[in-house]
């Protein structure tokens, strides 16, 4: 049975900073992508960012400047460093791995941010 599991949430003032784990029981072999994505309430889930196995990075517009992503694949492991959080960016913050032919998701996170 896959597992992704996040942690990492929390509430935090605006301007301040969270960071998000994710940690995947998959084979380190299967994994291709792993990403972050959030859904604000009353929207839909949208990526927040990518990133490779080889470490290459894709970034939306509203978190470029702002979010870091990456990963330790011995650990399957990829984190997200939130810095000056906007309340905008409040929502339940997802992980998923996924490859050629599969993807998995984790159950979410969540990220509140005060104004």
């Known amino acids: 049975q896959v597992q992704v599991v996040e942690s990492g949430g929390g509430l935090v003032q605006a301007g301040g900073s969270l960071r998000l784990s994710c940690a995947a029981s998959?084979?380190?072999?299967?994994?291709?992508?792993m990403g972050w994505y959030r859904q604000a309430p009353g929207k839909q889930r949208e990526s927040v960012a990518q990133i490779t196995w080889s470490g290459s990075t894709n970034y939306a517009d509203s978190a470029k400047g702002r979010f870091t992503i990456s990963r330790n694949n011995a650990n399957k492991t990829v984190y997200l460093q939130m810095n000056s959080l906007k309340p905008e960016d409040t929502g339940v913050y997802y992980c998923?791995?996924?490859?050629?032919?599969?993807?998995?998701w984790g159950q979410g996170t969540q990220v509140t941010v005060s104004s």
């Open positions: 998923k791995v996924y490859g050629p032919g599969y993807e998995y």
């Open positions: 998959v084979s380190i072999f299967s994994i291709n992508v």
